[in-house]
Structures are given as C-alpha cells and as structure tokens.
C-alpha cells in the first residue's frame, strides 16, 4: 500500500480552514453552523484548523453545500500526492527493469563469444 505523506491529518484541517475562511471572510463559524447544522463549537474547530469532520453526513452536506470547489480544495491534493508517489516508484521500478535488460544483454553477449 502506498504511504501519504505524514501530515495528511494536518494538511487536510488546514486545507478545509482556508477553504472555509475564503468562502465566509465574516462570522465564519456562525455561518458554517448554520450551513452544514453542526454546534458553532463544531463549526468553530473547523474554521480555525483545530478539527476535521469525521461524521459522514457532515461530509455529505458540505459536499452538497459546498460542491465541487470543496472537493477540490480539501481532497484532490491527496490524489495528486498519490499519483506524484506512485509515478516515483513505478519510474523507479522501471530504471531497474532496464538495468536488468541491460544486465542480461551483457550476459547474452559474454555468451555468444565464448562459443
């Protein structure tokens, strides 16, 4: 399985933090609880990057409130890290496939003259 980065949890509270502050640049909390019906302590931990939803539903109304640029905004970093790793380790594989190709090219061709 691959490895995200190690501050995903992070990453994520502060994405969601921007992602709420530039949508509601006043009484941010207030707002966000009256949008997504979560307490303004939720609301509040969100806005201020100390907390991220963990309930399902809270996810599926801020996706429904929110849309697409909350999507984008908060998760598709994650995949694009993803692919960023995986392209890594798949370049990596195929620089050692080509050292064993060419490896067994020399080998064929130490063969070859030996006979």
Known sequence: MEKFR???GDDLKRRLSDFLL????????KLVASDIRVSPDTAYKWVDGTAFPTRPDHLARMTAVYGRAFLDAVFVPIVQDHITLREARLEAQKRQIERDLQALDEDRRALSSRT
Do not use: E, K, L
Not at 22 to 29: C, E, F, G, I, L
């Open 22 to 29: 530039h949508r509601y640049p006043m009484n941010a909390a």
């Open 6 to 8: 190690n501050d995903t």
